[in-house]
Nanobody, 121 residues
Framework: QVRLVESGGGLVQAGGSLRLSCAAS????????MGWYRQAPGKQRELVAD???????NYADSVKGRFTISIDNAKNTVYLQMDSLKPEDTAVYYC???????????????WGQGTQVTVSS
């Protein structure tokens, strides 16, 4: 069984910062990619950022230059540093991990439960 536990969400004023963390635990053989999606009320879930185990990153245009994703492979933990937050960043943020549970397993995506980020104007 694989579990992803997120932390770090909350309420912040526009221009402020938050740092999200997501730790993966359980029966994990290897992690290929970890990342963050978000979903605002009435909108589709969208990719915010992801990072491969080797360190290559991918960001949504809307967060480039403001958000930084990083990974600690030893701890199976991904971080999202969010600076210069805007009200439009308000959403539930979901962590995911693209991983295998054994050398013969297929790659699958696992998801966290989500953490609320609210940015007030």
């Amino acid at each position: 069984q694989v579990r992803l536990v997120e932390s770090g969400g909350g309420l912040v004023q526009a221009g402020g910062s938050l740092r999200l963390s997501c730790a993966a635990s359980g029966s994990i053989f290897s992690i290929n990619v970890m990342g963050w999606y978000r979903q605002a009320p009435g909108k589709q879930r969208e990719l915010v950022a992801d990072i491969a185990s080797g360190g290559s990153t991918n960001y949504a245009d809307s967060v480039k230059g403001r958000f930084t994703i990083s990974i600690d492979n030893a701890k199976n933990t991904v971080y999202l540093q969010m600076d210069s937050l805007k009200p439009e960043d308000t959403a539930v943020y979901y962590c995911y991990a693209d991983l295998t549970r054994s050398h013969s397993d297929y790659r699958r995506n696992y998801w966290g439960q989500g953490t609320q980020v609210t940015v007030s104007s």
